[in-house]
């Protein structure tokens, strides 16, 4: 039996599908670091951390997203992502990212705050300097 090259991987976020096919590769990074999939991949159950998602769709094409939190599973030959904001870099507005990193940092520097909202304040501030440095191409 002949062992496939490609599989199948869905993209979702709260607004909905993002992405839905059959791919030769999945890249991207875990919260403890970079993770390459191909097919027949051994099963994964990962959280994820904000930086560029790349489906390698054919030798030719490979579609790329800036990708938020989240977490992804890999089963039976298709992997699932359940993103907080999936984007094409293009689509990346640097001046508003901008304003929403200070906005976080502005949290984290105030008064007191608690620990929630510290936490919520950090993944903020990870997330707007991965989509930055992607909307800027570092």
């Known amino acids: 039996m002949a062992t496939s090259t490609t599989f199948s991987v ?20 875990t919260v403890i ?3 390459g ?3 027949n ?7 994820l951390k904000p930086n560029l998602l790349r489906l ?7 579609k790329v997203y800036a990708q938020s939190h ?3 599973q890999i089963f039976a030959n298709h992997a699932q992502l359940l993103l907080e904001e999936a984007v094409p870099p293009s689509e990346l507005d640097a001046s508003a990212i901008e304003a929403e990193q200070a906005e976080a940092q ?4 105030g008064p007191e705050i608690g620990d929630a909202a510290r936490k919520l304040a950090q993944r903020d501030l990870e997330r707007t300097s991965a989509f930055l440095a992607l909307a800027r191409g570092e």
């Open 10 to 29: 869905e993209v979702l976020t709260p607004e909905g599908e993002v992405f839905s096919g059959d791919v030769l590769q999945l890249s991207t990074r």
């Open 33 to 35: 670091g970079e993770i």
């Open 37 to 39: 999939v191909l097919a």
């Open 41 to 47: 991949h051994v099963p994964v159950l990962a959280a």
């Open 56 to 62: 390698k769709v054919s030798d030719s094409e490979t």
């Open 70 to 72: 989240g977490m992804m």
């Open 106 to 109: 502005a949290k984290l520097d």
